[in-house]
């Protein structure tokens, strides 16, 4: 299943990235090896910025549901214990890539 990675940018929601088919390394390697000269060097700068801003949309969009995760299994230790292992989860991941409360 594949997801279109989509960013927002000057009020318009949703706009799928330039070139969707290519992988964050191939976009990462054409970034790598832009030159000055090169005709298509705006494409490429585009092409960029299109990626980063999808992929911090997408970060910030799982940082979210981790923290609505970690909001509805925030009942101090009740629950099952496959609940509170998620919370953990949830917390880790949160705390690790900057998203903690």
């Known amino acids: 299943m594949s997801v279109v ?3 927002d940018w000057n009020g318009h929601t949703d ?3 330039q070139s969707p088919e290519k992988s964050n390394i191939e976009v990462a390697c054409r970034v790598r090896m832009l030159m000055r ?3 298509d060097h705006e494409s490429v700068c585009t092409l960029a910025r299109d990626r980063i801003m ?5 970060i910030g969009e799982l940082l979210t549901g981790l923290r609505s995760i970690l909001d509805r299994a925030d009942n101090g230790e009740l629950g099952t214990s496959k609940v509170q292992d998620m919370r953990r989860i949830a917390a880790a991941l949160l705390a690790k890539h900057g998203g903690a409360s």
């Open 5 to 7: 990675l989509t960013y």
């Open 15 to 17: 706009r799928v990235v």
């Open 37 to 39: 000269s090169d005709l």
């Open 54 to 58: 999808g992929l911090d949309k997408r």
